[in-house]
């Protein structure tokens, strides 16, 4: 595919459940973040892969979240026992350089309400 | 920690119109100030990136200039279309590859 994809794109559960959200990055793409926008807030940094680097997990907001991601290709975040504040549109981005200087290429995002 | 603001949060103004947007940042620590688009249902799309050793960079309509000792970042829209219609974005990212995102500019252009 030309672009970055995530799936699903609407997810809606009932508090406690756990939720797996998927990214497939743009083929080649060492570095990939996972961000979340809640409504009328600006966009919050989770978590970034590069390559086969220990990822930077200082934005993840409590231990209830998780990512994992295998060589360069797909990455899956995971957000155990759901709570509604986790409600939030799901970004995933990669781009193609060691050092992110290069701009960030976004998919379409997840939005999870949590009910 | 990094603050990111963006003024005005919401802009409306008549086609043809030349326009600014700006952003401000608290640490002048950057690594570069990217500029994004956001379209309802949709994801960002990269507008221009500025490194922190530029001053600016052009596209198209668009040009974004960077002041870091002030903290600053502006993106200038001419002849403004329908189509640039959306909710832009800026981002300063810094060494440790952590962005910082504003809240965004919401810019309707009337036709």
């Known amino acids: 595919g030309a672009g970055v994809s995530q799936s699903p794109s609407n997810k809606v559960t009932e508090k406690g459940k756990d939720v797996e959200l998927r990214c497939d990055p743009i083929?080649?793409?060492?570095?990939l973040y996972w961000y979340r926008q809640r409504l009328g807030q600006g966009l919050e940094f989770l978590i970034y892969?590069?390559?086969?680097?220990?990822?930077?997990k200082s934005g993840l907001p409590s231990d209830r979240f998780s990512a994992e991601r295998t060589g360069e290709s797909v990455s899956t975040l995971t957000i155990q026992r759901t709570q509604q504040e986790d409600s939030a549109v799901y970004l995933c981005?990669?781009?193609?350089?060691?050092?992110?200087?290069?701009?960030?290429?976004f998919g379409p995002g997840t939005r999870l309400t949590v009910l | 920690k990094q603050e990111v603001t963006q003024i005005p949060a919401a802009l409306s103004v008549p086609e043809g119109e030349n326009l600014v947007l700006n952003c401000s940042f608290t640490?002048?620590?950057?690594?570069?100030l990217q500029w994004f688009r956001q379209d309802p249902g949709k994801g960002l799309t990269s507008l221009l990136l500025?490194?922190?050793?530029?001053r600016e960079q052009t596209s198209g309509r668009l040009n974004a200039s960077l002041d870091k000792s002030s903290g600053r970042s502006t993106l200038y829209i001419a002849a403004s279309q329908p189509g640039d219609s959306a909710t832009y974005l800026c981002?300063?990212?810094?060494?440790?590859?952590?962005?910082?995102f504003g809240t965004g500019t919401s810019l309707t252009v009337i036709p």
């Open positions: 981005a990669s781009s193609s350089a060691r050092l992110a200087g290069p701009p960030q290429f």
């Open positions: 083929s080649g793409h060492t570095a």
């Open positions: 892969f590069q390559g086969n680097s220990a990822p930077d």
């Open positions: 640490d002048s620590a950057i690594y570069n």
């Open positions: 500025i490194q922190s050793s530029q």
């Open positions: 981002a300063a990212l810094q060494t440790g590859n952590q962005f910082y």
